[in-house]
């Protein structure tokens, strides 16, 4: 069964420094792979995704990811934080249950970020 | 417009009452589920359909019934509601293929009490 790893549950990055958010995937082909965001009290929205081609994925807000098949690795990259990017962030693959379309997504279990001023 | 709109919002309930929570989508996806999050933050899937027809059911209580009178909306109604089905509920749609992007809508926190 598919499975997504986020070993950091929080990080804490100072304003304006770097950042980079870690996932390690568990699945037998090649998978579709997301970051989505949540900020407090609000839905999830889409970051970047990838399912195949350049494995440098760049997403909005200034998010990229690299995809690393002999690290089974799909981490998030920000060169530097802003103070509105404190949120939740989730690391998904898609979840092949049926290998149909309607398989929706596993995810991780997230890894929430603190930016201090 | 909200691509994915939920409601009720917010919905405070005590143990034993049955209630539903409504979904809608207006861009025209043929796919829509619903995901449970838990007080650790941990999503989890709970129903998928396709076209109207149920594709996944990830061992869900059978208190839980989804219904999907069309494509556009996935209603969520809960009987003999408990403590543990505290959360927030989120409906997502997604178009046709696997890799497709999923959109959520805003959630709906349920508290059993």
């Known amino acids: 069964a598919q499975s997504v790893t986020q070993p950091d549950i929080h990080i804490t990055v100072s304003e304006g420094a770097s950042l980079e958010l870690r996932c390690n995937y568990s699945?037998?082909?090649?998978?579709?792979l997301f970051w989505y965001v949540q900020s407090p009290g609000q839905g999830l929205q889409l970051l970047l995704k990838?399912?195949?081609?350049?494995?440098l994925v760049q997403g909005i807000k200034g998010f990229e990811a690299e995809f690393k098949r002999s690290q089974s690795s799909f981490n998030l990259r920000k060169p530097s934080v802003h103070w509105s990017d404190a949120a939740e962030y989730f690391c998904?693959?898609?979840?092949?249950?049926?290998?149909?379309?309607?398989?929706?997504?596993?995810f991780g279990k997230g890894t929430h970020l603190i930016i201090q001023p | 417009d909200t691509a994915v709109s939920q409601t009720p919002k917010y919905l405070v309930t005590q143990m034993g009452n049955d209630k539903s929570i409504k979904c809608e989508q207006n861009?025209?996806?043929?796919?829509m589920y619903w995901y449970k999050q838990d007080s650790k933050k941990f999503l989890k899937i709970m129903f998928s359909?396709?076209?109207?027809?149920?594709?996944i059911n990830e061992t869900v209580p059978n208190r839980f019934s989804p219904k999907s009178p069309d494509k556009a909306h996935l209603n969520l109604h809960i009987n003999s509601l408990e403590l543990g089905d505290s959360a927030v509920y989120f409906c997502?749609?997604?178009?046709?293929?696997?890799?497709?992007?999923?959109?959520f809508g805003e959630g709906s926190w349920l508290t059993v009490v």
């Open positions: 998904a693959v898609g979840a092949g249950i049926t290998g149909g379309g309607a398989d929706g997504l596993t």
């Open positions: 699945y037998g082909a090649t998978p579709y």
């Open positions: 990838y399912f195949s081609g350049d494995t």
């Open positions: 861009l025209g996806h043929d796919t």
């Open positions: 359909y396709n076209n109207k027809e149920l594709i």
């Open positions: 997502a749609s997604q178009q046709g293929e696997a890799g497709n992007t999923i959109y």
